[in-house]
């Protein structure tokens, strides 16, 4: 059974800084990429950063590019999100999610963590 489990949301200010995890279980993690997603109120879910569990390749979206990044530990089976320069536009429900590196489409989503992030 396939498991994943976000924390490390919360409130911050403007400026500041946020590190979500996300701890997978049930996953052949060779096989998989890790990825971060966001939902803001009354907004689509949109793509936040994906990264190779083997490779450690990352993309991200080019509203974070440069502020966040992404991260795993493969000893502890946890992806990372270290969020800096945090802006307001930022705040939404983050997902961790996994796809097999033989499909596009992500198929294993956590509970979501929120992250607010106020002016």
């Known amino acids: 059974q396939v498991q994943l489990v976000e924390s490390g949301g919360g409130l911050v200010q403007a400026g500041g800084s946020k590190k979500l995890s996300c701890v997978a279980s049930?996953?052949?993690?060779?096989?998989?990429?890790m990825g971060w997603f966001r939902q803001a109120p009354g907004k689509e879910r949109e793509f936040v950063a994906n990264?190779?569990?083997?490779?450690?390749?990352?993309y991200y979206a080019d509203s974070v590019k440069g502020r966040f990044t992404i991260s795993v530990d493969n000893a502890k089976n946890t992806v990372y999100l270290q969020m800096d320069s945090l802006k307001p536009e930022d705040t939404a429900v983050y997902y961790c999610?996994?796809?097999?590196?033989?499909?596009?489409?992500?198929?294993?989503w956590g509970q979501g963590t929120q992250v607010t992030v106020s002016s």
């Open positions: 049930g996953l052949t993690f060779i096989n998989y990429y």
């Open positions: 990264i190779s569990w083997t490779l450690g390749t990352t």
């Open positions: 999610a996994a796809r097999s590196v033989l499909q596009m489409k992500y198929n294993y």
